[in-house]
């Protein structure tokens, strides 16, 4: 069962807009949520992560934007660069992270000059 | 960020035989350590959590004695891929928790195996 739903599968963005990939979850006990970014070969690693008891978080060109009653959060890439360009993974987990990992299936931004 | 380190980077084995996949935490010790596989352009699908000096835990369809889970030491966690076929050619990537990052949750992940068995 696919505990989080990540959209859309690819995305293609000219450089300096806005890139942004929507997830949703069903478990209610999730409480940590994190994106990784992935390039080709190798493993991920944490971009920005939030917990539901705030709306928002910014760090950078990259911010969370969490909505607890719709079970949804999305990654908006300010002024996307073509450095940006990779496969970003939503996910979440329990007791603050501590539990193990959920993964979203992945979308696979392409920023052209 | 703290250090996880995979190796090989990329193993090619035949069918048939068994291939092993160290993952050490650099500069941390990690008493959980978790291995995901990764097929292309699909996701990180979870196969086990490791626990150091217990029995790993297997995800559901998991087969424990064919890949087989050692967490010997604070610091590293082996994946042992047995009797290794065509169709167990994957990504294979570990991560772990460093305890000093626990609040925050952060998981930090190797740079992954790539198997292939011919």
Sequence with gaps: Q???KQSPQSLIVQKGGISIINCAYENTAFDYFPWYQQFPGKGPALLIA???DVSEKKEGRFTISFNKSAK?????????????SATYFCAASSYGGYQKVTFGTGTKLQVIP | GAVVSQHPSRVICKSGTSVKIECRSLD????????YRQFPKQSLMLMATSNEGSKAT??????KDKFLINHASLTLS???VTSAHPEDSSFYICSARDPAAIITGELFFGEGSRLTVL
């Design chain 2, 78 to 80: 082996t994946l042992t």
């Design chain 1, 72 to 84: 949804q959060f999305s990654l908006h890439i300010m002024d996307s660069q073509p450095g940006d």
């Design chain 1, 50 to 52: 939030i917990r539901p």
């Design chain 2, 58 to 63: 297997y995800e559901q369809g998991v087969e």
């Design chain 2, 28 to 35: 941390f010790q990690a008493t959980t350590m978790f291995w």
């Design chain 1, 2 to 4: 696919q505990q989080v």
